[in-house]
């Protein structure tokens, strides 16, 4: 079945990995949110910036070797996650070129990265959004650190935590729909449109890591104090469930 045409477009108007890759890419608003550097050039609208660019997204001023205990509890927990991504990425490739057809491994892989979503993902984002997010975000205010209607980075990070959710209950929904149709024609649609919404999120998941390990947690580190990352750090503890 003719998905692509001779030039790369796909016919049913959805957007290939290629171009999902490139949009995100060219798309860097957290960038605009990083603390200024006076000798920073302006950028055309034809030579994007890239958006894994350390060199333009990283906090001046901030010791990437010192950051505060809770800072990099965070990056650890990043580092596992960006794994378990991988091969979610890795599997997905394989369903593809099997033609959508699902063998034993990429199973095990699909369903150790939805149970790693649910268990681990969610409530890492959810420790950010509760503790962490709201007492930087108010630094970020007071400190001009925001664009154009007050819109800082943790605005930015909070939208990737509900486009998350969103894109992996369709992946998961689509996959459970897609081995009920009788027809097989329907069915690879429908997984077509599942390897592709997944595909975005991983492309998601790495771009907000890298985000938040090179940009919000340095910039956790400038505008909080010492005492403030204590406090969070305590409220967190306090919250979790006893061992």
Avoid: C, W
Wanted: a negative charge.
């Amino acid at each position: 079945m003719k998905i692509i045409d001779k030039d790369g477009k796909r016919i049913d108007g959805k957007a290939t990995d290629q171009e999902i890759k490139k949009k995100l890419k060219e798309e860097d608003p957290i960038l605009r949110n990083a603390v200024k550097d006076e000798n920073l050039e302006e950028f055309s609208p034809m030579d994007p910036p890239d958006a894994y660019d350390t060199e333009r997204t990283r906090v001046k001023g901030v010791d990437m070797n010192n950051l505060n205990s809770l800072l990099n509890g965070f990056i650890h927990e990043h580092t596992e996650l960006v794994k378990i991504v991988d091969e979610f990425d890795q599997g997905l490739n394989a369903f593809k070129e099997a033609k959508y057809i699902l063998d034993e491994n990429t199973n095990k892989i699909f369903n150790r990265f939805f149970n790693y979503f649910d268990t681990e993902i969610l409530p890492h984002n959810k420790k950010e959004e509760r503790y962490l997010f709201p007492v930087l975000n108010e630094r970020m205010l007071e400190s001009g650190e925001h664009g154009l209607d007050n819109i800082t980075a943790i605005d930015l990070m909070e939208d990737d935590h509900v486009k998350f959710i969103q894109l992996g209950s369709l992946i998961f929904n689509f996959l459970g729909l897609a081995a009920r149709l009788p027809d097989g024609h329907s069915r690879y649609l429908v997984l077509d449109i599942a390897y592709h919404n997944g595909k975005e999120l991983v492309e998601l998941l790495k771009l907000h890591v890298f985000r938040e390990d090179n940009t919000v947690f340095p910039l956790a580190q400038k505008l909080l104090s010492a005492e403030e990352l204590e406090a969070i750090t305590q409220k967190i503890e306090s919250a979790q469930p006893a061992s």
